[in-house]
Nanobody, 121 residues
Framework: QLQVAESGGGLVQYGGSLTLSCATS????????IGWFRQAPGKEREWVVC???????AYADSVKGRFTMSRDNADYTVYLQMNKLEPGDTAVYHC???????????????WGQGTQVTVSS
């Protein structure tokens, strides 16, 4: 089973950038589609992005054009580059094995502890 550990969160100003990392272990990353979701206090979980084994990606409308996900199978790591950050992006970000449901977005089978991203206005 793929295990994950997220890192890279922090405090950033409106319009700033952050890159999150998701280090994987326990299995071969090549075998998995994987993605990120976020959860803000008092809010529902929100899917952000997932990337398939072939590298194709699906982004939520709220982050499209601002966030870019990539995977490095050789390094067992996936990344989330976040640009033009807004206060609405403030949340705990989690990564994990995922799949894409047509019309319903990305769904996640498991995830790590997450990393906090806070965007100040």
């Amino acid at each position: 089973q793929l295990q994950v550990a997220e890192s890279g969160g922090g405090l950033v100003q409106y319009g700033g950038s952050l890159t999150l990392s998701c280090a994987t272990s326990g299995s071969t990353l090549d075998y998995y589609a994987i993605g990120w979701f976020r959860q803000a206090p008092g809010k529902e979980r929100e899917w952000v992005v997932c990337i398939n084994r072939d590298g194709s990606t699906a982004y939520a409308d709220s982050v499209k054009g601002r966030f870019t996900m990539s995977r490095d199978n050789a390094d067992y790591t996936v990344y989330l580059q976040m640009n033009k950050l807004e206060p609405g992006d403030t949340a705990v970000y989690h990564c994990g094995p995922s799949y894409y449901g047509l019309g319903s977005g990305c769904h996640y089978d498991s995830w790590g502890q997450g990393t906090q991203v806070t965007v100040s206005s």
